[in-house]
Structures are given as structure tokens and as C-alpha cells.
């Protein structure tokens, strides 16, 4: 199951993971990796999986803020594993870049980093379970707000947002990012929790 719902976390934000990992086939490998370790800025315990007949159809990974620090400082033993030491500190210091590129959410928030649906499969309510599901776990963990980056040119997923009451706010335009992703930036959307 760790390819599949690592390919899914890819197809969130290709042009993002391409630049910090390199390359898609370096970014799923590493993703896969990400996903099966225990503690991982892409562990499976951070995501919620919607499942048929053992087919991943979408993926939502999601974390209280204030628990970021843990799930991020294990990722060198895990770029280590996947990738090897060659491509190690290139791998860390695109990855740093790449967060740099968005503000970063409230310590209280609950951040949803990444939510995927299979192109065959959109339209047909995953995408809002699995939203549900990580707004019930952000109450459950005691978080007031649930936040998200999305990147501006993606009309689709906006609209999907606001129509689960999510709210527009910060706007991050990055000329870098531009550059080397061909997005133009993200849009911070939040939702009050309670």
C-alpha cells in the first residue's frame, strides 16, 4: 500500500516535490520510504486512507502543528534510506527551500499538507470524507483551527475548500517559486474548528 498512497501524496503537488526532491521517480521513492517509517514528515500515521477492494483511491495527510518538529527531524534518517547519502544534502537543502516558500501555520492549528483523490474516483465525495475526517481528528487533537496550502492556480481546489468552509487568507507569491516550479504560490485557507 505504501507505493500507491505515495503516488497519490506525489500527484498533490508534483511541481513542489519534484523541486525538493529532485525528480518525481526520486520523490516517489522517497515518499514511498517517507510512508512506511513510523515517524516520518510522510508517515502513515498521519494519513488517512480511503480504500476499495485494497485500492487506494485517496489520501489525506494531516498533523497537529505542534507536533511538526518530531515528524520533520526524523526525515534525514529517512532521505538516508531512500535515497542514500549521495543525494542527501542536495535533498535537505531543497526540502528546506520549498518549506520556506509558504508562512508557516499557528502553533494550534491542525495542518493538512497534502489531500489526493484518484483522477477516476473525483466527484464522488472522497475528497469530503476524507476533509471530514481530518477536521473530526484536528477537534480530537484539541486543535481550534485546521489550515492548508493551496496553490493559487488551482481554481478546482479552492472552490472544493470554500465550499467546507474554508476561508481565504495569506497569500504567498514566490518569483523562486515561480521559477523553478511553475506555480505562481499558495493561498493559506483556514477553517475555525470550534
Same mark, same amino acid.
Given at each position: 500500500?505504501?507505493?500507491?498512497? $505515495?503516488?497519490?501524496?506525489?500527484?498533490?503537488?508534483?511541481?513542489? *516535490?519534484?523541486?525538493? *526532491?529532485?525528480?518525481?521517480?526520486?520523490?516517489?521513492?522517497l515518499?514511498?520510504?517517507? *510512508?512506511? $517509517?513510523?515517524?516520518?514528515?510522510?508517515?502513515?500515521?498521519?494519513?488517512?486512507?480511503?480504500?476499495e477492494?485494497?485500492?487506494?483511491?485517496?489520501?489525506?495527510? $494531516?498533523?497537529?502543528?505542534?507536533?511538526?518538529?518530531?515528524?520533520?527531524?526524523?526525515? !534525514?534518517?529517512?532521505?538516508?534510506?531512500?535515497?542514500?547519502t549521495?543525494?542527501?544534502?542536495?535533498?535537505?537543502?531543497?526540502?528546506?527551500? =520549498?518549506?520556506?516558500?509558504?508562512? =508557516?501555520?499557528? !502553533?494550534?492549528?491542525y *495542518?493538512?499538507?497534502?489531500? =489526493?483523490?484518484? !483522477?477516476?474516483?473525483?466527484?464522488?465525495?472522497?475528497?469530503?470524507?476524507?476533509?471530514?475526517?481530518?477536521?473530526?481528528?484536528?477537534?480530537?487533537?484539541?486543535?481550534?483551527?485546521?489550515?492548508?496550502?493551496?496553490?493559487?492556480?488551482?481554481?478546482?481546489?479552492?472552490?472544493?475548500?470554500?465550499?467546507?468552509?474554508?476561508?481565504?487568507?495569506?497569500?504567498?507569491?514566490?518569483?523562486?517559486? $515561480?521559477?523553478?516550479?511553475?506555480?505562481?504560490?499558495?493561498?493559506?485557507? =483556514?477553517?475555525?474548528l470550534?
Amino acid at each position: 500500500m505504501a507505493e500507491p498512497c $505515495a503516488r497519490l501524496l506525489l500527484e498533490s503537488g508534483p511541481a513542489l *516535490f519534484s523541486f525538493a *526532491f529532485g525528480s518525481q521517480p526520486t520523490a516517489l521513492r522517497l515518499l514511498t520510504t517517507a *510512508f512506511q $517509517a513510523e515517524t516520518s514528515a510522510f508517515s502513515h500515521r498521519l494519513c488517512q486512507v480511503a480504500l476499495e477492494h485494497d485500492r487506494v483511491l485517496g489520501i489525506a495527510l $494531516a498533523y497537529p502543528v505542534r507536533h511538526s518538529l518530531n515528524y520533520f527531524l526524523a526525515m !534525514p534518517r529517512v532521505i538516508i534510506r531512500a535515497l542514500g547519502t549521495d543525494l542527501f544534502l542536495r535533498t535537505i537543502v531543497n526540502g528546506m527551500n =520549498a518549506g520556506r516558500l509558504s508562512s =508557516a501555520p499557528g !502553533p494550534d492549528d491542525y *495542518f493538512l499538507s497534502n489531500l =489526493a483523490v484518484q !483522477p477516476d474516483h473525483r466527484g464522488k465525495g472522497i475528497g469530503s470524507l476524507l476533509l471530514e475526517k481530518v477536521c473530526k481528528d484536528a477537534v480530537s487533537a484539541n486543535c481550534p483551527r485546521c489550515c492548508l496550502d493551496v496553490e493559487l492556480d488551482n481554481s478546482r481546489a479552492i472552490t472544493f475548500y470554500q465550499r467546507h468552509g474554508f476561508k481565504p487568507g495569506r497569500t504567498t507569491r514566490s518569483g523562486r517559486l $515561480a521559477f523553478l516550479t511553475g506555480k505562481p504560490g499558495h493561498l493559506r485557507m =483556514a477553517k475555525p474548528l470550534f
